[in-house]
């Protein structure tokens, strides 16, 4: 549950269930004598209830205000509609017939003027073996407060070139990369 990354509950909630299992890890502990076992659980206890507290609190918290603004600005009239960064890495991102192409796994932004370079969206394999990275101008991607978009088509984003995962590129331009 916490390994999967499906979300900040789900891991709040695997963090749970690792603590649950060290809480009976040291009453067998105390039953059973084992002082080293004990000690090992009781620390395990402690580092999965920061887990509870970061996943189930904190950033559960940060999550639900994210999404709070974002349909709030979709709602309002003459506000332009926010997209949460925290939700641009996992997104799916949706084709020109709404089909999935791939998963945005990252973003990189340019220091300078703080705008968006490019986005890189994986596509392909299975949960990232044989996994495709290409880059794509955020200038062709819509975002809503119900995702990404773009008009582009499982060929066009497999037409696209694959970026080395070891070395991505410095900029791009349509879909070209530059070193």
Request: hydrophobic residues 40%; aromatic residues 6%; proline residues 4%.
């Amino acid at each position: 549950m916490t390994a999967a990354n499906l979300g900040t509950r789900v891991t709040g909630w695997g963090f749970v269930v690792f603590t649950i299992g060290s809480l009976s890890w040291s009453t067998v502990a105390i039953g059973t004598g084992q002082s080293n076992l004990l000690w090992t659980n009781g620390f395990l206890t402690l580092v999965n209830l920061v887990g509870i507290w970061r996943w189930l609190g904190r950033q559960a918290r940060h999550e639900d205000g994210r999404e709070a603004a974002s349909r709030h600005s979709a709602a309002a009239a003459g506000v332009p509609t926010l997209f949460g960064v925290g939700s641009l890495i996992g997104a799916p991102l949706r084709g020109r017939d709404g089909e999935q192409l791939g998963v945005i796994v990252d973003g990189m932004m340019r220091c300078d003027d703080t705008g968006l370079a490019y986005l890189v969206v994986g596509e392909g394999g299975l949960a990232g073996v044989g996994e495709r990275l290409h880059a794509i101008d955020p200038g062709e991607v819509r975002f809503s407060n119900t995702g990404a978009a773009c008009d582009l088509t499982p060929d066009d984003l497999q037409g696209l070139p694959t970026l080395d995962p070891d070395k991505w590129p410095a900029e791009i331009q349509r879909g070209r990369v530059h070193a």
